[in-house]
């Protein structure tokens, strides 16, 4: 390591660090805009000045950018000098000449880069008294407010846009001394990941519109750490609360997952917790369909007369918490216990886990995806199933011009020079599914098939992999290129819905590892807990089929936090409502089968409660309640406790806080062993401190109940997790896993997060936030079933699901700019096939086949597999339609557009009526 001197300071620093960074890893402050950890240096805000020297002689030295020197073995530089100083403080002022007087009114204050560094660098008054360069700010959709005005030029907007998440719409316009922000003209910004914006901007340039709609300053906010429930990648955020209302949602750091950034859905999706929607307290209902309210105690009373001595069946859910499953898995035994997945999704998680338990790949992180030199994608839309990794193999592609970089002996922090330096190289991208992927444009060879041909196209790789003849040069050059990475990485999943593109995607990885340790597989889950609730029913695998065919059999159904609409077809769910059987149904939104239920009990969402997700690469992470649910509402596992009770069931009996409810599941199957390890338990303290919720700056806490009291009430005590719903407390030192939120002194906006990583773009000082629960014996994948069914020619269109970033997911759907954002349900044809059936972009086609014929918009994408259609899966309209079905389809003629005001959006055709309405 070499070692440094910075003002008489020695200091032995990282080999190949610039000097912006030994200064952050030594705890020193120098200011900085333009650089980012994830996105390296380009100079061009010229903020990290500071002075180098030649040697101990040298007492004038020369002014240098600290991002964008090289640290050399001796070499001496000064953060104090006077030269320096002076310099770093002229850059401010320069920028602050266009920069508008609002830090009052701005959205970013108390929580922004720009006066952190204003003041660090010690300017205070303003010089100049000429005329401002002002901006029209850009209307850029529902979820990005626009300020141009308050932009000092650092560049971090379009790097981060184009250059690492490979948007096209925004960047830099110039004329003369105007620089310019923005898209070419109003509109919706086009990348999934548009959101991060708000936290790369080190002003207010962009900031987070639904939460301007709502605002509460940034220090008010009340934070906690918690997961995402968007996917079951398991992306870290921290939620913050103000009033009993979920305000925003920011990225919470993990070095092995999310990184710096999370997608559009995560960050936004959330609003569904402040919806109408919500069940407020239990419902009853009624000999008309009707429900009315009543409370708890009641509601446990009639459950009690209904389960005595009854036979009772669960169905769990994998968006639902691990514990409230293994709870009603426990409960009800496991031959009564369904995990909730439709058989077909069911079926191919477990052999998911079976495969990722037993193959010598290597299961990655998003972190260690980030290294592939060589990728196939089997299947899996990524941008739209699993968005961060879709986005970190937008940085997996750039290694090859990371190696370029290393024979030139450039840094990868020199971002700018790599870039040039590279042009066009990219390490090679294959992706191979039934349509249009998001990330087609960095790929080497895109193939467009139909689910049962991209099964056989990975069988024939891996065979060539083993050695026999392809007779086919594309597969050729893939088994090649491959077989020639030092990191290969294989990614599919189960949103096709067809196992046996799981099975190809394994017997190439299998292939791969007989000659390289270093082979990765991954496999994409579709929801934030399905790893884990597959997990728990891995031995039974009870089906949803099986709890219908059995219904007349099941006094009491409980349905814990899943609209069965979405996983059975309208004929089952029918026999099930018809069958007499007492449907007991907890959940936080409104949905179909609340309405089919005899009660309905109000749920806590993910905001208001604990527990423990489980995500794709079988990583159990923790999420905490930011703040208590309010009116009846309860979290789902103390709900099944005491419905367990009321049954006259002992099994559940000792179980009372939820440290006790983790123990209990980890001591019941090996795979769970370490579950308590996942983060500590609510004994927890620092310095005999519990961790706040709360920064110290919060204010208002009698203000904010002044409409009850003005008496300032005692703060809610917090029994099952070791956070504080106050700001008394220590946010510091502890494990990564109790991390609500960044601060430092000097650091107020996220930037301060270097403060708690052991180095700069490092993991966290506190250790990794979870717990791998999935580890694999390498013994190697055995029984594969490479066999693919041989599709005959049909005059019918084979069926194949679009999943969409916005729309196909459950909860996040119910958030307003969600839906506008979502639109209607469509049906995807390629330009061929819409020219066949006479249809343009916007159009209407008819879908017969399926149940009831039904009309959906025509969208029109460059890459459909012949005769397929996809249809947006998730959406209300198109839940009678089925995977892999083959369809009539016809251009609807007799469709007319509706007047404005008779349009019922898709959203809000889900679910008509309901337990609120009622009561």
């Keep these: 390591m070499p070692t440094i001197t910075i003002d008489g300071q020695t200091l032995e620093v990282n080999k190949g660090d610039n000097i912006l960074e030994a200064c952050l890893n030594a705890g020193l402050d120098l200011p900085y805009f333009c650089w980012h950890p994830a996105m390296g240096s380009i100079g061009s805000c010229r903020q990290c000045a500071l002075v180098q020297y030649q040697n101990e002689n040298d007492t004038h030295g020369r002014i240098v950018m600290g991002c964008m020197t090289s640290v050399t073995e001796g070499a001496r530089f000064s953060l104090d000098a006077k030269n320096a100083v002076e310099f770093r403080e002229a850059v401010v002022e320069s920028l602050m000449l266009n920069h508008p007087h609002d830090c009052p009114v701005c959205a970013e204050g108390g929580e922004c880069h720009l006066q952190d560094m204003t003041v660090m660098v010690g300017h205070r008054d303003r010089r100049y008294r000429g005329s401002k360069n002002t901006h029209r700010n850009q209307y850029l959709g529902p979820l990005i407010h626009h300020e141009m005005n308050r932009c000092i030029t650092c560049y971090r907007c379009e790097r981060f846009y184009r250059d690492y998440a490979g948007g096209t719409d925004l960047g830099a316009q110039a004329s003369r001394d105007r620089l310019y922000f923005g898209r070419q003209q109003d509109g919706v910004l086009e990348s999934e990941f548009s959101g991060n914006l708000v936290e790369v901007c080190p002003t207010g340039v962009f900031t987070d519109k639904p939460f301007l709609a709502d605002f509460s300053r940034k220090w008010d906010l009340q934070s906690s750490p918690s997961i995402c429930g968007g996917c079951g990648v398991g992306c870290n955020i921290a939620p913050g609360e103000r009033y009993g209302r979920l305000k925003r949602i920011h990225n919470r750091y993990n070095h092995d997952i999310n990184g710096y950034f999370i997608c559009d859905r995560g960050r936004f999706g959330g609003g569904y917790v402040n919806s109408k929607r919500r069940i407020n307290f239990a419902g009853l209902q009624g000999t008309d369909g009707s429900f009315a ?14 389960m005595q001595n009854a036979r009772i069946a669960g169905i769990g859910s994998p ?45 990655p992180s998003i972190k260690q995806m980030e290294s592939a030199d060589a990728i196939l994608v089997l299947g899996e839309d990524l941008t739209n199933t699993a968005p961060r990794v879709a986005l970190g193999l937008r940085q997996a592609v750039r290694n090859k011009s990371l190696a370029m970089a290393e024979q030139m002996g450039l840094p990868d922090w020199q971002d700018a020079a790599v870039r040039n330096l590279a042009q066009d190289a990219l390490s090679p991208l294959i992706i191979v599914t039934s349509y249009s992927s998001r990330l087609d444009d960095i790929a080497l060879h895109t193939l467009t098939l139909t689910p049962n041909e991209i099964a056989e196209f990975g069988c024939n790789i891996a065979a060539r992999l083993q050695g026999k003849p392809a007779h086919n040069a594309l597969i050729d050059e893939i088994a090649e290129c491959l077989s020639g990475a030092k990191r290969p990485l294989i990614i599919s999943g189960s949103s096709m819905l067809q196992g046996n593109i799981i099975e190809s995607a394994a017997a190439v990885a299998e292939a791969l590892c007989e000659h390289n340790a270093n082979t990765m597989l991954s496999l994409c889950a579709p929801e934030a807990n399905s790893v884990g609730a597959a997990m728990l029913s891995q031995a039974t695998n009870l089906s949803l089929s099986n709890i219908v065919e059995g219904a007349d059999d099941i006094d009491v159904l409980v349905v814990l936090e899943n609209d069965l609409a979405r996983r ?36 806590a969402s993910f905001a208001e409660s604990q527990g423990t997700l489980v995500n794709n690469e079988g990583r159990a992470q923790r999420f905490f309640s930011v703040f208590p649910p309010a009116h009846d509402r309860l979290p789902s596992w103390q709900w099944l406790l005491q419905l367990a009770t009321c049954s006259g069931s002992s099994q559940l009996s000792a179980l009372t806080h939820f440290d006790e409810v983790v123990d209990a599941c980890a001591a019941s199957r090996p795979i769970f062993a370490n579950l308590s390890e996942v983060a500590p338990d609510r004994s927890f303290r620092d310095r005999g401190q519990k961790i706040p919720r709360q920064t110290h700056r919060y204010s208002g806490r009698t203000a904010v109940n002044a409409a009850v009291s003005v008496h300032e009430p005692q703060q809610p005590i917090d029994r099952e997790t070791p956070l504080a719903f106050s700001m008394e407390g220590l946010n510091r030192d502890q494990p990564a896993a109790l991390t609500p939120y960044v601060w430092s002194p000097g650091w107020n906006s996220n930037q301060s997060l270097h403060k708690f990583q052991a180095e700069v773009d490092g993991p966290l000082k506190g250790g990794s936030a979870g717990l791998r629960l999935l580890v694999s014996s390498t013994k190697g994948v055995q029984k594969l079933s490479l066999t693919t069914p041989v599709s005959e020619k049909s005059d019918l269109w084979q069926l194949v699901p679009v999943h969409c970033l916005h729309g196909s997911e459950e909860l996040s759907r119910h958030t307003d700019e969600i839906a506008e954002l979502a639109g209607d349900a469509f049906l995807t044809l390629s330009i061929a096939t819409a020219k066949e059936l006479d249809v343009d972009e916007g159009d209407r086609i008819s879908v017969a086949g399926c149940g009831d014929t039904i009309s959906l918009t025509v969208k029109i994408v460059e890459r459909m597999a012949a005769g397929c259609a996809g249809y947006s899966i998730g959406f209300a309209s198109t839940r009678e339609l089925t995977t892999g079905a083959e369809v009539h389809l016809q251009r609807d003629i007799a469709w007319q557009p509706l007047k404005p005001s008779l349009i019922a959006s898709d959203r809000d055709s889900m679910h008509i009526g309901g337990v609120n309405r009622h009561v």
Excluded: C
């Excluded at 995990?339 to 990722?356: H, K, P, T, V």
């Excluded at 004929?571 to 949905?591: H, R």
């Design 293 to 306: 309210a009543i409370n708890q105690e009641a509601a446990l009373s009639k459950a009690q007369t209904w």
């Design 319 to 363: 968006r639902a918490s691990l514990e409230s499953n293994f709870l009603l898995q426990t409960w009800v035994g496991s031959d009564q216990f369904s995990a909730g997945f439709s058989d077909a999704e069911g079926s191919i998680l477990n052999r998911q886990i079976e495969i990722l338990q037993s193959t010598r790949a290597m299961n």
């Design 568 to 603: 059975l077809d309208p004929a089952s769910v029918k026999k099930l409502v018809e069958s007499g059987t007492k449907i007991i149904a907890l959940d936080v939104l409104e949905n179909t089968t609340l309405d089919h239920s005899t009660l309905v009990l109000p749920a």
